[in-house]
């Protein structure tokens, strides 16, 4: 079995086991450019192309004024062509010296979330699709554990109490090494310059902390996952 098709089994396991799209849905995909986003949106692609279920999908990509990085519009838009896939391009930004409270890391991310679901909204699209992975869904529990008091992470769905959207992760059931390699074999478009913030983010913390764990132990991913579904803990809001 190729990397892809590893990945499009477990990416159609997710949309069943969570039903994450259903007839009629809209979909918007946030395309960050990075390798998760572009495999999301090549999966969610294929399975348009798909009878059942019926639901349209187009992709939204945010560029920030103040940061130092980005994706090639040039090439974002050759990729989403050859996907058939409709891309629209939005712009904004952040100060971080605002909000002291928060790292420059959760500020971006805040300021592009917002920007999307505002767009969501004014469009007539009631799903977004984000590109969280397996690896994001547990790096996100850790954090929340050690910094936050509290077991919980990023849901495969989650209906926003406070607009008529609904988030959804169909990577939740993949590994990113997986998607590394599919981004490898297929030649995704790389971005420009990668996040300035990245290395001094808590969430990278994580990461390091979650790969010492893998390394004793090479299935605690998946113990770790099985406590998140069984958890009572009921996820934290997403909030806009």
Same mark, same amino acid.
């Given at each position: 079995?190729?990397?892809?098709?590893?990945?499009?089994?477990?990416?159609?396991?997710?949309?069943?086991?969570?039903?994450?799209?259903?007839?009629?849905?809209?979909?918007?995909?946030?395309?960050?450019?990075?390798?998760?986003?572009?495999?999301?949106?090549?999966?969610?692609?294929?399975?348009?192309?798909?009878?059942?279920?019926?639901?349209?999908?187009?992709?939204?990509?945010?560029?920030?004024?103040?940061?130092?990085?980005?994706?090639?519009?040039?090439?974002?838009?050759?990729?989403?062509?050859?996907?058939?896939?409709?891309?629209?391009?939005?712009?904004?930004?952040?100060?971080?010296?605002?909000?002291?409270?928060?790292?420059?890391?959760?500020?971006?991310?805040?300021?592009?979330?917002?920007?999307?679901?505002?767009?969501?909204?004014?469009?007539?699209?009631?799903?977004?699709? *984000?590109?969280?992975?397996?690896?994001?869904?547990?790096?996100?529990? *850790?954090?929340?554990?050690?910094?936050?008091?509290?077991?919980?992470?990023?849901?495969?769905?989650?209906?926003?109490?406070?607009?008529?959207?609904?988030?959804?992760?169909?990577?939740?059931?993949?590994?990113?090494?997986?998607?590394?390699?599919?981004?490898?074999?297929?030649?995704?478009?790389?971005?420009?310059?990668?996040?300035?913030?990245?290395?001094?983010?808590?969430?990278?913390?994580? @990461?390091?902390?979650?790969?010492?764990?893998?390394?004793?132990?090479?299935?605690?991913?998946?113990?770790?996952?099985?406590?998140?579904?069984?958890?009572?803990?009921?996820? @934290?809001?997403?909030?806009?």
């Amino acid at each position: 079995m190729s990397i892809e098709e590893r990945i499009l089994r477990k990416f159609n396991k997710s949309l069943k086991q969570y039903n994450l799209i259903s007839d009629g849905d809209r979909v918007l995909i946030a395309l960050s450019g990075g390798k998760d986003s572009l495999c999301l949106t090549e999966m969610i692609a294929h399975r348009q192309r798909i009878f059942v279920p019926r639901f349209t999908a187009e992709a939204v990509h945010v560029r920030m004024k103040n940061i130092e990085y980005e994706s090639s519009i040039e090439e974002l838009c050759k990729f989403t062509e050859s996907l058939g896939v409709p891309l629209h391009i939005l712009t904004t930004s952040f100060d971080a010296s605002t909000d002291r409270r928060h790292t420059p890391c959760f500020l971006c991310s805040w300021q592009r979330r917002k920007a999307i679901f505002n767009f969501a909204q004014e469009h007539g699209f009631n799903k977004i699709a *984000l590109g969280h992975h397996m690896d994001d869904i547990l790096h996100t529990a *850790l954090l929340n554990l050690f910094h936050e008091g509290r077991f919980d992470s990023m849901p495969p769905v989650l209906h926003m109490q406070k607009m008529p959207l609904t988030i959804i992760r169909p990577l939740c059931l993949i590994h990113e090494a997986d998607i590394a390699r599919l981004s490898e074999e297929k030649g995704y478009p790389q971005q420009i310059r990668r996040c300035p913030y990245e290395h001094d983010s808590r969430r990278e913390e994580m @990461k390091r902390l979650f790969t010492t764990i893998e390394t004793l132990n090479p299935e605690a991913r998946y113990s770790l996952w099985h406590a998140l579904e069984n958890s009572s803990t009921a996820p @934290k809001e997403e909030e806009a």
